[in-house]
């Protein structure tokens, strides 16, 4: 029962995020990522969700989240550099970026995101 609306729950997260809705998606997400705090997945979509509604901390903390779990995650890496350079700090941004082009040998990773 608890699996079925955690999936649920999911299920409708993801389509608002595909919806564009991104507060719809994060209503949906938390108490996913609250009930599944190891599930890097969902983690992942709540954490792109807040930067797309540009709630950037949070954002980011979902994404520190991960990276603890999954440290080579390349797209949590790659987010956490969009997020930190909304935020004005691009040289932190950069390790995430020579992280995430490490990971996968794409160099395109290099060049910040133009938001």
Request: aromatic residues 6%; without cysteine; glycine residues 6%.
């Amino acid at each position: 029962m608890v699996e079925d609306l955690r999936a649920l729950s999911y299920g409708l997260g993801q389509q608002y995020f595909e919806e564009r809705d991104y507060r719809g998606a994060i209503r949906a997400l938390r108490p996913v990522v609250e009930e599944t705090p190891e599930d890097v997945g969902t983690r992942l979509l709540l954490a792109r969700a807040y930067y797309h509604a540009a709630l950037l901390k949070p954002a980011e903390e979902q994404l520190l989240e991960v990276l603890e779990r999954e440290p080579t995650e390349y797209y949590a890496h790659l987010m956490m550099a969009r997020t930190l350079e909304r935020q004005s700090r691009a040289e932190e941004a950069g390790k995430h970026r020579r992280i995430a082009a490490a990971l996968t040998g794409d160099d395109e990773l290099l060049r910040p995101h133009s938001a």
